[in-house]
């Protein structure tokens, strides 16, 4: 490099912090966690609340299979022990997300209790909102967008929650949506009320 | 919830781009991957290069041993099958950052020249910008923060990149800095400048 500059670089030691982070975007980070059978409407519920809080100025991002099980977890399978470590691994990602300042939205069916709580015990307190994306199996199966329910049924795909693999609700989420019984924007402004509420983020108007 | 307003929430449907964040951050993505030597400088000059990017107003975060190896892979050990893995994981992490518009700095010694090369191939063109840290392992070792170096010599840490494992310098890394005959202002700087000259960040004063 012919045109050092060291003279123009000037910088304190030391990592930014959260709360660095927190004080300058004027929002809270924290983990959205969507939970939910499969077709429940987690992914639509994330896409659409990442739009919401990026049009207001935050940053904000969606953990999806989309992102995730092609990637990352593309080594993972649907045995018990590969949802546990798919779970493990998302958890761990979205903590990051945290770090960095994010609200981060993650998309996944989860269906094992214990793999969510121990996301949950990762994280700060506050940082983990757990979202029970309730939707009835039958209107999950009416729904099937990926025609995966049908496959299910037809003994064409094995484990597949909901049909032949057992889905455990939350106990205690931060939130419940009914995508059954809800429109989208209703589900949505659950999520948004209950931001507000608790502080991570500002109130609109 | 019994205060619903669903009326108050209007939103697009569509994932927010990446495209759509740097129009917004007026800076791009990025994957910042430093690799070199235990001891050579990586973290230090991820932290430095971090803060100074936050402290411009941008999205910046780094990915490093204390973030990840503690956390996503602590499965992983120091083997070359679990060090494969190791950065492979890091890449895709690095990968959904870029995505969601951070200029991340990952800070991994990345031994093999194939492990990085197939980190750069996920990402998109000019995502991936790797900077060999480059630094005589004579000086890492005089260095030697962890006592980790000494540990190798005694045989007491066993495939110690450097001692005992390879390490394989990239045959043709966007950016060298030499953290043993540079300060790490003058390193840090030459970072800025090829962000600068290439467009990723805007140019100061």
Same mark, same amino acid.
């Given at each position: 490099m012919a045109n050092l500059k060291s003279k123009d670089v000037v910088w304190h030691p030391g990592a930014v912090t959260k709360a660095d982070r927190e004080a300058v975007s004027g929002h809270k980070a924290c983990t959205i966690w969507m939970t939910g059978l499969p077709a429940s409407g987690k992914s639509t519920l994330a896409v659409a609340l990442e739009k919401v809080l990026w049009d207001r100025g935050m940053h904000a991002y969606v953990l999806d299979g989309d992102n995730i099980?092609? *990637? #990352?977890?593309? &080594? #993972? *399978?649907?045995s018990p022990e590969d949802r546990n470590e798919n779970i493990r691994r998302i958890g761990e990602v979205a903590k990051l997300f945290t770090t960095a300042g994010v609200i981060n939205a993650t998309a996944f069916i989860s269906p094992y209790r214990s793999d969510r709580d121990q996301a949950r015990r990762i994280?700060? &307190?506050? @940082?983990f909102i757990e979202v029970y994306v309730d939707c009835s199996v039958n209107e999950c199966e009416r729904r099937d967008p990926k025609g995966h329910y049908k496959k299910a049924r037809a003994g @064409?795909?094995? @484990?597949?929650?909901?049909?032949s693999a057992p889905y455990e609700p939350p106990l205690h989420p931060e939130i419940v949506v009914h995508t059954d019984r809800e429109t989208e924007a209703e589900s949505l402004q659950k999520i948004l009320s209950y931001l507000e509420a608790n502080g991570y983020i500002q109130r609109v108007g």
């Amino acid at each position: 490099m012919a045109n050092l500059k060291s003279k123009d670089v000037v910088w304190h030691p030391g990592a930014v912090t959260k709360a660095d982070r927190e004080a300058v975007s004027g929002h809270k980070a924290c983990t959205i966690w969507m939970t939910g059978l499969p077709a429940s409407g987690k992914s639509t519920l994330a896409v659409a609340l990442e739009k919401v809080l990026w049009d207001r100025g935050m940053h904000a991002y969606v953990l999806d299979g989309d992102n995730i099980r092609h *990637g #990352l977890n593309k &080594d #993972l *399978g649907f045995s018990p022990e590969d949802r546990n470590e798919n779970i493990r691994r998302i958890g761990e990602v979205a903590k990051l997300f945290t770090t960095a300042g994010v609200i981060n939205a993650t998309a996944f069916i989860s269906p094992y209790r214990s793999d969510r709580d121990q996301a949950r015990r990762i994280m700060g &307190d506050g @940082e983990f909102i757990e979202v029970y994306v309730d939707c009835s199996v039958n209107e999950c199966e009416r729904r099937d967008p990926k025609g995966h329910y049908k496959k299910a049924r037809a003994g @064409e795909i094995k @484990e597949f929650t909901g049909v032949s693999a057992p889905y455990e609700p939350p106990l205690h989420p931060e939130i419940v949506v009914h995508t059954d019984r809800e429109t989208e924007a209703e589900s949505l402004q659950k999520i948004l009320s209950y931001l507000e509420a608790n502080g991570y983020i500002q109130r609109v108007g």
